[in-house]
């Protein structure tokens, strides 16, 4: 919301101009059902590399050069492979357990949206909260961005009468 209420804009002449833009009135969650293909092949490749490693991953520099050049992994995704693989190191470090490996969330993340949806619109002091999924939705600028447990939130002012 911040980012969105402080946009600068461009005139004609390049100069930055900060002109506050409409006050949002409107947001759209969307939520993804499932990884991108790309992070799917990364999260079991991890978790066949932890039980060929007597439990254990093997160390940056040998994870960089298993997944450099995958031909399951396209080239405008390699830059984020990596630091990928960092979070999710991270996260089975935390937990210490190889389920923190799994392709799913533990908890339904649509539902606890939309029992929240009431609390949200009045915490973001917008009228009104669509969630969507990301298989239901046109293609966004970010939408590989978008994976189960990290929404992406669009706002936008709609005229009211």
Not at 67 to 93: A, C, G, T
Request: hydrophobic share 35%; net charge positive; with cysteine.
């Amino acid at each position: 919301l911040k980012s969105y209420t402080t946009q600068k804009i461009k005139a004609k002449s390049e100069v930055t101009i900060n002109q506050p833009p409409l006050i949002p009135t409107h947001a759209i969650i969307y939520i993804a059902s499932s990884y991108p293909a790309w992070q799917k092949f990364v999260m079991k490749e991890l978790k066949e590399l932890f039980l060929a490693n007597n439990h254990s991953l093997p160390d940056n520099k040998q994870l960089a050069g298993h997944f450099q050049n995958r031909p399951e992994i396209d080239s405008r995704h390699q830059k984020y492979v990596m630091p990928f693989v960092n979070d999710w190191k991270k996260l089975f470090e935390k937990s210490n357990d190889i389920t923190s490996f799994g392709q799913r969330l533990s908890f339904d993340e649509c539902e606890i949206l939309k029992s929240n949806q009431d609390y949200l619109r009045r915490a973001l002091n917008i009228k009104h909260i669509d969630i969507r999924l990301t298989n239901d939705t046109t293609m966004l600028n970010n939408f590989e961005d978008i994976v189960p447990g990290k929404p992406l939130i669009y706002f936008h002012h709609e005229p009211s009468i």
